[in-house]
């Protein structure tokens, strides 16, 4: 198996531009997911395949990669973005990892 | 639409089982490419995949868990069911099911339950 590292925290003011990146050895072969979670609510995908952004995401979040690190990027971000953001790949059989999530938090 | 909701025991003894029952509707685990994981937060810290099972009955599990996990589902019931031998309190968290939607090589979730709590401690 392979490790998924995450700075533990960034942090921007409203309207700025927050990226949030996770590295990993295997990350040029596989795909990376990205969920959002909020004090006492369950993940929600953010982000699938890298750059795609699920129905009823706002186009402020986005994704990409560059060879061992992926990034997600929120633009302009609002006050409802504070949360914390994890990142989650899997091998090529199925077994799959949770990188350690960052807080974000908006000043 | 896609929903799962987890139930089990709130409170549970060191060494006991864990036994935790996903219910989902809005999907069928009988259709090809499918599958349901389980997911695991301790207070305070990251997530932590423990296992998935797929439409075909295949399954995976946590490397660093396996010798304590067994997934199983029922089809009929629309329900998966993880068991969890000789808990201990650092397994104390919140347990969490989701969808793996139908995408051939890929695995990721969405969308996930709502969380059960689940305390270790005697």
Not at chain 1, 85 to 90: D, E, H, P
Not at chain 2, 80 to 87: E, K, P, R, W, Y
Request: one cysteine or more; hydrophobic letters at 30%.
């Amino acid at each position: 198996s392979y490790e998924l590292t995450q700075p533990p925290s960034v942090s921007v003011s409203p309207g700025q531009t927050a990226r949030i990146t996770c590295s990993g050895d295997a990350l040029p072969k596989q795909y990376t997911y990205w969920y959002q979670q909020k004090p006492g609510q369950a993940p929600v995908l953010v982000i699938y395949k890298d750059t795609e952004r699920p129905s009823g995401i706002p186009e402020r979040f986005s994704g990409s990669s560059s060879g061992t690190t992926v990034t997600l990027t929120i633009s302009g971000v609002q006050a409802e973005d504070e949360a914390d953001y994890y990142c989650q790949s899997a091998d090529s059989s199925g077994t799959c990892m949770f990188g350690g999530g960052t807080k974000l938090t908006v000043l | 639409q896609i929903t799962l909701k987890e139930s089990g025991p709130t409170l549970v003894t060191p060494t006991q089982t864990l036994t935790l029952t996903c219910t989902f509707s809005g999907f069928s685990l009988s259709t090809s490419g499918v599958g349901v994981g389980w997911i695991r937060q301790p207070p305070g810290k990251a997530l932590e995949w423990l296992a998935l099972i797929f439409w075909d009955d295949d399954k995976r599990y946590s490397p660093s868990l396996k010798s304590r996990l067994t997934i199983t589902k029922d089809t009929s019931k629309n329900q998966v069911v993880l068991t969890m031998t000789n808990m201990d309190p650092v397994d104390t968290g919140t347990y969490y099911c989701a969808h793996r939607p139908y995408t051939s090589g890929l695995y990721w979730f969405d969308p996930w339950g709502q969380g059960t709590l689940v305390t270790v401690s005697s």
